[in-house]
């Protein structure tokens, strides 16, 4: 159960991480691409992957492109798979925003999350996601979020090239 857990913090992870940039305008000029993983390992010796592929300029994060590759008991994946399907539902019909999962061979679960902050639509994140959204609210205000203060904010413990 741990390993669900576990899961589903990394889809809180990326719903937070999406909440908190606003809809300005795209600037292709100077974009540049980051790729951060973190990787741990629970007490059934069951690995989970996050990789981040985050796109900015020098102003601020543009997309994030998020997947999580998520081990765990074979008991549990469907489980886990009908639960995390049911959170991942809630993203579906936000525009800038694209949720996936799928079960990968009998023992592990694939999140994807795209994330395109120009695009994001926050009153259809509201409406989708409620009370889940109530939490975050101080984090609409903020129009953007510059590579340096998103790392402070969602990757630690991330390894980035």
Known sequence: MKKLSILFMAI?????????????????KGVKTMTCTKEEIDEDNNKTTDTMIITYNSEKVLKVDETTLSEMDPSYISMAYGLGSMFVSMYKNIDGLDASMEMVDNNKIKTIFNIDYDKLNMD????NLGNITSDADNTYSSN?????RFQENFLEGYSCK
Not at 12 to 28: D, E, H, I
Not at 124 to 127: A, D, F, I
């Open 12 to 28: 809180l992870l990326m719903f937070v991480t999406g909440c908190s940039f606003g809809n300005k305008a795209n600037s292709t």
């Open 124 to 127: 259809q994140v509201r409406e």
């Open 144 to 148: 953007s979020y510059t590579i340096e």
